[in-house]
């Protein structure tokens, strides 16, 4: 078995409680958060995520998944407050648990490529359908990214599905949270700032941001998590110039010879 782990932080989770403690989301939240990807023997890829709650126990919860070119909905195993997702060939997987306390619902969300490549076939249980609406956070732009980076730019769209009173945005970017602006549609974008310390990881370096979306409906209050796993950008710290000019002087100095060769030459070529 061969692992692919991630430089994700061990301690996120606590981070993010406190600064969402801190700040005007309140204490609670339900959130994903990714953990190593493990290449199976029989060629499946899993990705392990856990499952935090910072709040009191909740009276449901409840965790999907949905598989790309599949609109099937289906049932993800959860023990010990971790959840594994498989493939068997390259897909996009959409991860959430759905919560509920008394008048507060609770919303986590995931999206993540995985690039199985097996014979063996994942066995998955098909799932009902929630009967209450759910609100949801949908990555519109770029919809199939399998390296999402820092210094892009991400749009979403939030489905609230239900009536609301007041809708707050925020990300916890690096253990810090700050709000995000709302653009039209009920449509926002975010950018991730770059980061020294994916720059002098290795190549598979990652870091969690999480978008945090608090609606207010009546008395019933909704809070939406959706996780995002950043790699450091391929281009954003290359020196253009430099390479253009080391690239364009070899181009330059062949075509001079070429000159040079044409007009000392006799054939008219």
């Known amino acids: 078995m061969r692992l692919f782990k991630l430089n994700i932080?061990?301690?996120?989770?606590?981070?993010?409680?406190?600064?969402v403690h801190a700040s005007a989301v309140d204490d609670d939240l339900l959130f994903f958060e990714f953990l190593e990807q493990v290449r199976e023997i029989n060629g499946q890829v899993t990705q392990n995520f856990a499952l935090r709650f910072s709040g009191p126990e909740l009276d449901y919860l409840d965790v999907y998944f949905q598989q790309?070119?599949?609109e099937t909905l289906y049932e993800a195993t959860v023990e010990n407050q971790r959840a594994a997702i498989s493939s068997d060939k390259a897909s996009f997987f959409r991860l959430f648990a759905l919560g509920g306390l008394k008048n507060r619902y609770y919303i986590a969300q995931a999206d993540f490529p995985g690039f199985?490549?097996?014979k063996v076939k994942v066995e998955k249980k098909?799932?009902?359908?929630?009967?209450?609406?759910?609100?949801?956070?949908d990555l519109v732009s770029p919809k199939?990214?399998?390296w999402p980076q820092t210094g892009q730019c991400f749009t979403f769209r939030l489905q609230p599905n239900i009536p609301s009173n007041d809708i707050e945005l925020f990300v916890l970017e690096k253990?810090?949270?700050r709000a995000l602006e709302p653009?039209?549609?009920r449509g926002f974008s975010y950018v991730p700032s770059h980061d020294k310390q994916l720059r002098s990881g290795n190549v598979a370096a990652g870091r969690q941001d999480t978008i945090i979306v608090r609606i207010t409906n009546g008395n019933e209050i909704y809070k939406i998590s959706y996780a995002m796993l950043l790699h450091r950008s391929r281009t954003a710290f290359l020196d253009q110039k430099a390479g253009f000019?080391?690239?364009?002087?070899?181009?330059l100095l062949f075509a001079a010879w070429v000159a040079i060769k044409r007009k000392r030459s006799k054939t008219p070529w």
């Open 9 to 19: 932080m061990g301690v996120l989770w606590l981070a993010m409680a406190s600064a």
């Open 68 to 70: 790309s070119g599949d």
């Open 116 to 118: 199985g490549n097996s």
């Open 126 to 137: 098909p799932a009902k359908t929630p009967k209450e609406p759910m609100p949801s956070i």
């Open 144 to 146: 199939f990214n399998y």
């Open 175 to 177: 253990g810090r949270l």
């Open 183 to 185: 653009a039209e549609k």
């Open 245 to 251: 000019a080391v690239f364009l002087t070899p181009a």
